[in-house]
Nanobody, 125 residues
């Protein structure tokens, strides 16, 4: 089992920045690709970005490319999502997820094994 806890969400004005964290506990963190997904009210869960187990490979959704940056610190069992130039359409609950995979993880939420409880990000216009 892997337990994931997100933090760092909040309310920010358009153009602002937030940094989300996802702390993992349980099984060996380094064997898992990690992903961030988001879900806005009335919409399906949407892929944001994923990172390989060693942090070398990343895969971004087009909607966040150039604005968001994912990183991980395996020594701290934590993955981060730096979000810059936030837009009102980024408003959603953000979830981190873990997939036992030595690849990039990918954009399909069904491939992920563990999920956090989510953290709310609200971007005001």
């Amino acid at each position: 089992q892997v337990q994931l806890v997100e933090s760092g969400g909040g309310l920010v004005q358009a153009g602002g920045s937030l940094r989300l964290s996802c702390a993992a506990s349980g099984r060996t963190f380094s064997g898992y690709a990690m992903g961030w997904f988001r879900q806005a009210p009335g919409k399906e869960r949407e892929f944001v970005v994923s990172i390989s187990w060693n942090g070398v490979g990343t895969f971004y959704a087009d909607s966040v490319k150039g604005r968001f940056t994912i990183s991980r610190d395996n020594a701290k069992n934590t993955v981060y999502l730096q979000m810059n130039s936030l837009k009102p359409e980024d408003t959603a609950v953000y979830y981190c997820a873990a997939r036992y995979d030595y690849g990039l993880g990918g954009s399909n939420p069904r491939m992920y094994d563990y999920w956090g409880q989510g953290t709310q990000v609200t971007v005001s216009s």
